[in-house]
């Protein structure tokens, strides 16, 4: 049986591939399009700052990529699905969907109005729910196989205060729906997967060193991660090498929550 895989079975080819990415504007989103393209998928960067989305679209051409850009609003489940069908018409079916969006509360939980609650719930776990859900319908329907990428955080599994407690319900709400979509849609050969980043730079990070100050010395290895630690495991978990793996939250921090 192991003859019809190469050896090794390692490729992160995503030639022919259609990838959206969400919260592209900055951060790790702005990364995570661009290592995409530079593996051979065509891209559907999204975001609501659309001079920051023309941006990313021209490094990517310039780096010998393809990007298609959409503002996205996660908030707006209309917005949802018109942004997935403007991804169809101008790069073709999303095959593979990286949902990173998300915003921090950055107030204690008993001082948050309830604008601000729903916000956050829209944001990082609503709006994603609803799109892996319209992704995977279309794909479902086409008898296509596909992968989702979840960005969940360590926070999820490890909350130390900070005034971010309902960014961390949203993220442990994140793995949890990786993990249970992932038994709906295994029968379909749809991979849902999620990777939990610890501290890495980025725009929310630095607004974050900006409220606590700087809390690098206390790490282990003292250093924020970069964003380009996460390369290789966002590849894996898009590429047919991860066929078998679905339902997985890899948890990449730097060592950081071993103190």
């Known amino acids: 049986m192991t003859d019809a895989y190469p050896l090794p079975n390692a490729s992160h080819d995503l030639t022919g591939q259609v990838a959206l ?31 920051r989305l023309e941006a990313l679209r021209d490094l990517i051409a310039e780096q010998g990529g393809q990007a298609h850009p959409v503002p996205l609003d996660m908030t707006d489940a209309d917005q949802i699905r018109a942004a997935v069908d403007a991804a169809e018409g101008a790069a073709g079916r999303v095959s593979i969907l990286v949902n990173n969006a998300g915003i921090p509360d950055a107030q204690r939980a008993h001082k948050m109005s309830v604008e601000l609650v729903d916000q956050v719930l829209s944001t990082n776990l609503r709006g994603p729910y609803l799109l892996a859900i319209e992704v995977a319908r279309r794909l479902i329907e086409a008898r296509q196989p596909g992968r989702i990428v979840n960005i969940s955080s360590m926070v999820a599994y490890d909350y130390g205060g900070g005034a971010a407690a309902l960014y961390s319900v949203t993220k442990a709400a994140i793995a949890r729906m990786t993990e249970v979509l992932a038994v709906e849609w295994s029968r379909y050969h749809i991979n849902v997967n999620g990777i939990a980043p610890g501290a890495f730079a980025s725009e929310m990070m630095d607004g974050m060193l900006e409220r606590v100050g700087d809390f690098t010395p206390a790490l282990p290895r003292k250093r924020l991660g970069d964003p380009a630690q996460l390369d290789s495991t966002l590849l894996y978990l898009c590429a047919p090498s991860s066929d078998a793996v679905t339902g997985t939250v890899i948890k990449v921090d730097d060592g950081q929550q071993s103190r």
């Open 21 to 51: 990415v969400t919260g592209a504007t900055s951060g790790l989103g702005w990364r995570f399009a661009q290592v995409l393209a530079a593996a051979g998928a065509v891209v559907v960067p999204t975001g609501r700052r659309v001079e």
